[in-house]
């Protein structure tokens, strides 16, 4: 989407690794979110960030970490992927006039 | 703890054949219930906000309303492009988290 990228889009990774995934926006915004989607599930809260260094956990943070040292960069990390891990990443943002968050394109990330 | 249900799972039509989507939300202090629309392998596209029970929204073939415990998406005289999943979600009071439903697969047939 304009103003958010994601990367990398695909990964494939092995169990116990670390694997960091960014996100990168454009638009100045303040609050940046990640979420998992996974089929029966929706989509789940990681981790968020209200302003650069300030970040909280969401309903799904056990093993994941979060850093957000720059307004536009938020990276989500894996410290040692599992296999339930394997999910679609998405990242989003909300500007100041509500007009709704906006959503990164994914990242696929499988564990094997 | 904040639940939001959505219903159908999934919902085959054919084209011209309107239908609604169900979404029902229990949460303290709704402040915003979102529609999102995602098509496969792309992030969810924002929709609608709803804010207070009785508004309305229209986009297209596509009208949301809103009452204290349940939002409806209505599809009218759908076409095959509108094959999307549809995503409601909430946001409370304190805070700027959403909270989303599992969604409704609907797929359109010419």
Redesign the interface.
């Known amino acids: 989407?304009a103003g958010i990228t994601q990367s990398p889009r695909h990964k494939v990774t092995e169990t116990g690794t670390p694997v960091t995934l960014r996100c990168h926006q454009t638009e100045n915004h303040r609050?940046m979110?990640w979420?998992r989607q996974d089929p029966?599930?929706?989509?789940?809260?990681i981790h968020?960030s209200?302003g650069v260094k300030d970040t909280d956990k969401?309903e799904v943070s056990d093993g994941y970490s979060v850093s957000r040292s720059k307004t536009e960069d938020f990276l989500l990390t894996l410290e040692s992927a599992t296999s339930s891990q394997t999910s679609v990443y998405?990242c989003?943002t909300?500007g100041r006039d509500?007009?709704?968050?906006?959503?990164?394109?994914?990242t696929r990330l499988t564990v094997v | 703890e904040d639940q939001v249900t959505q219903s159908p799972e999934a919902l085959r039509l054919q084209e011209g054949e309107s239908s609604s989507l169900n979404c029902s939300y229990t949460v303290s202090g709704l402040r915003g219930l979102f529609w999102y629309r995602q098509d496969p392998g792309k992030g969810p596209e924002f929709l609608f906000t709803l804010y207070s029970a009785g508004e309305e929204k229209e986009k297209e073939r596509l009208k949301a309303t809103l009452t204290k415990k349940e939002s409806f998406l209505h599809i009218t005289a759908p076409k095959p492009e509108d094959s999307a999943t549809y995503l409601c979600a909430v946001r409370k009071a304190a805070g700027n988290k959403l909270t989303f439903g599992g969604g409704t697969r609907v797929l359109v047939k010419p």
């Open positions: 989407d609050y979110y979420y029966g599930h929706g989509l789940r809260l968020y209200y969401g998405f989003a909300v509500d007009s709704g968050y906006t959503f990164g394109s994914g």
